[in-house]
Protein backbone atom coordinates (compact mmCIF):
# COMPACT_ATOMS: atom_id res chain seq x y z
CA UNK A 1 0.00 0.00 0.00
CA UNK A 2 1.57 3.53 -1.21
CA UNK A 3 1.64 6.07 1.35
CA UNK A 4 2.93 9.49 1.52
CA UNK A 5 2.87 11.31 5.03
CA UNK A 6 3.89 14.96 5.50
CA UNK A 7 5.20 16.46 8.53
CA UNK A 8 6.76 19.20 9.75
CA UNK A 9 4.21 22.53 8.85
CA UNK A 10 2.85 24.82 11.42
CA UNK A 11 2.54 28.36 12.17
CA UNK A 12 5.45 31.05 11.53
CA UNK A 13 6.07 34.27 11.19
CA UNK A 14 6.42 36.26 8.34
CA UNK A 15 10.40 35.70 7.39
CA UNK A 16 10.90 33.07 9.36
CA UNK A 17 11.51 28.93 8.14
CA UNK A 18 9.99 25.52 7.96
CA UNK A 19 11.38 22.27 6.67
CA UNK A 20 8.66 19.85 5.69
CA UNK A 21 9.20 15.97 5.30
CA UNK A 22 7.35 13.36 3.09
CA UNK A 23 8.05 9.62 4.30
CA UNK A 24 7.16 7.16 1.29
CA UNK A 25 6.67 3.54 1.83
CA UNK A 26 4.75 0.97 -0.60
CA UNK A 27 6.43 1.26 -3.85
CA UNK A 28 10.49 1.77 -5.32
CA UNK A 29 11.21 5.76 -4.18
CA UNK A 30 14.02 6.07 -6.43
CA UNK A 31 11.62 5.52 -9.78
CA UNK A 32 9.41 8.56 -9.10
CA UNK A 33 9.83 12.13 -9.71
CA UNK A 34 8.75 13.55 -6.14
CA UNK A 35 7.00 16.97 -5.73
CA UNK A 36 5.60 19.59 -3.59
CA UNK A 37 1.99 21.19 -4.72
CA UNK A 38 0.21 24.09 -2.08
CA UNK A 39 -3.59 24.57 -1.93
CA UNK A 40 -5.04 27.73 -0.36
CA UNK A 41 -8.35 28.14 0.62
CA UNK A 42 -10.03 29.18 -2.59
CA UNK A 43 -7.80 28.33 -4.56
CA UNK A 44 -6.93 25.78 -6.93
CA UNK A 45 -4.07 23.29 -5.88
CA UNK A 46 -0.82 24.50 -7.62
CA UNK A 47 2.52 23.19 -8.25
CA UNK A 48 6.05 24.29 -5.60
CA UNK A 49 8.92 22.09 -6.08
CA UNK A 50 9.77 18.77 -7.86
CA UNK A 51 13.08 16.71 -7.67
CA UNK A 52 14.20 14.68 -10.34
CA UNK A 53 14.16 10.76 -9.01
CA UNK A 54 17.95 10.80 -8.67
CA UNK A 55 18.27 14.47 -7.84
CA UNK A 56 19.61 15.97 -10.06
CA UNK A 57 17.34 17.85 -11.57
CA UNK A 58 14.93 20.64 -9.31
CA UNK A 59 12.25 22.69 -10.34
CA UNK A 60 10.39 25.53 -8.70
CA UNK A 61 7.36 27.91 -9.54
CA UNK A 62 8.82 31.48 -9.85
CA UNK A 63 7.43 32.76 -6.33
CA UNK A 64 9.85 30.65 -4.42
CA UNK A 65 12.54 30.58 -6.59
CA UNK A 66 15.39 31.69 -3.77
CA UNK A 67 13.43 30.84 -0.88
CA UNK A 68 12.75 27.19 -1.28
CA UNK A 69 14.88 24.11 -1.91
CA UNK A 70 13.70 21.11 -2.25
CA UNK A 71 15.82 17.52 -1.85
CA UNK A 72 15.61 14.20 -1.95
CA UNK A 73 17.28 11.18 0.56
CA UNK A 74 16.66 7.78 -1.29
CA UNK A 75 18.30 6.10 1.42
CA UNK A 76 15.68 7.19 3.55
CA UNK A 77 12.77 6.97 0.65
CA UNK A 78 11.36 10.88 2.16
CA UNK A 79 11.43 14.31 0.64
CA UNK A 80 12.19 17.27 1.94
CA UNK A 81 11.21 21.28 1.64
CA UNK A 82 13.38 23.64 2.74
CA UNK A 83 10.87 26.94 2.89
CA UNK A 84 13.18 30.18 4.05
CA UNK A 85 11.89 33.93 4.15
CA UNK A 86 8.37 33.13 4.45
CA UNK A 87 5.87 35.06 3.41
CA UNK A 88 2.02 35.34 4.48
CA UNK A 89 1.09 34.26 1.07
CA UNK A 90 2.80 30.95 1.22
CA UNK A 91 0.07 30.01 3.53
CA UNK A 92 -1.71 26.95 2.28
CA UNK A 93 -1.78 23.05 3.12
CA UNK A 94 1.25 21.31 1.29
CA UNK A 95 1.04 18.12 -0.03
CA UNK A 96 3.73 16.06 -1.86
CA UNK A 97 3.22 13.65 -4.26
CA UNK A 98 4.59 11.16 -6.61
CA UNK A 99 5.30 10.78 -10.63
CA UNK A 100 5.98 7.26 -11.83
CA UNK A 101 8.94 8.07 -14.75
CA UNK A 102 9.08 8.62 -17.03
CA UNK A 103 7.37 11.46 -16.40
CA UNK A 104 6.33 14.82 -18.83
CA UNK A 105 5.80 18.01 -16.99
CA UNK A 106 6.83 17.68 -13.59
CA UNK A 107 4.97 21.08 -12.98
CA UNK A 108 1.90 19.54 -14.08
CA UNK A 109 -0.62 18.26 -11.33
CA UNK A 110 -2.30 15.60 -13.61
CA UNK A 111 1.14 13.96 -13.86
CA UNK A 112 1.72 12.79 -10.23
CA UNK A 113 0.42 9.38 -9.16
CA UNK A 114 0.03 9.07 -5.61
CA UNK A 115 -0.34 12.34 -2.64
CA UNK A 116 -0.18 12.43 0.63
CA UNK A 117 -2.80 13.89 2.97
CA UNK A 118 -1.15 17.34 3.42
CA UNK A 119 0.65 19.55 6.12
CA UNK A 120 -1.07 23.42 7.11
CA UNK A 121 1.39 26.03 6.73
CA UNK A 122 0.18 29.34 8.01
CA UNK A 123 2.59 32.43 8.01
CA UNK A 124 1.32 35.42 10.07
CA UNK A 125 2.39 39.03 9.00
Known amino acids: QVQLVESGGGLVQAGGSLRLSCAASGYTFSNYVMGWFRQAPGREREFVAA????????YYTDSVKGRFTISRDNAKNTVYLQMNRLKPEDTAVYYCAAARVPVGAPTARQNYDYWGQGTQVTVSS
Open 51 to 58: ISWGGVAT
